[in-house]
């Protein structure tokens, strides 16, 4: 059984930087979807970025510009780049994956945002961001 590591969290001033890593043992999977996610005190969780196997990627508007989503070139280490944050970026990041073994043709033809998606996740952990 795989898992999923994240580190790379902490506080920081508005404006400021973090970067978000997400390390992922125990997986051979060579098409696939993986996103970080976040979820807000009193919010619900709401996808933040996600990339394809092929290397494809998607946004939520409100950080579009701003943060980036990455694999390592060896792709079993996810980041998440954060630039430009904003006290609403607080949050606890999580990183998901849609990892299957069986799969429907056009399964993975798009990754998409919607959480219950993705079957495993990590712990996360916390950005906080002050004004």
């Known amino acids: 059984q795989g898992e999923l590591v994240e580190s790379g969290g902490g506080s920081v001033q508005s404006g400021g930087s973090l970067r978000l890593s997400c390390a992922a043992t125990?997986?051979?999977?060579?098409?696939?979807?993986m996103g970080w996610f976040r979820q807000a005190p009193g919010k619900e969780r709401e996808m933040v970025a996600t990339?394809?196997?092929?290397?494809?990627?998607t946004y939520t508007d409100s950080v579009k510009g701003r943060f980036t989503i990455s694999q390592g070139s060896a792709r079993n280490t996810l980041y998440l780049q954060m630039n430009s944050l904003k006290p609403e970026d607080t949050a606890m990041y999580s990183c998901?994956?849609?990892?299957?073994?069986?799969?429907?043709?056009?399964?993975?033809?798009?990754?998409?945002?919607?959480?219950?998606?993705?079957?495993?996740w990590g712990l996360g952990t916390q950005v906080t961001v002050s004004s």
């Open positions: 125990g997986y051979t999977y060579s098409t696939y979807c």
């Open positions: 998901a994956a849609d990892f299957r073994k069986y799969y429907s043709s056009g399964y993975y033809y798009s990754c998409g945002g919607n959480p219950g998606r993705y079957n495993y």
């Open positions: 990339i394809h196997s092929d290397g494809s990627t």
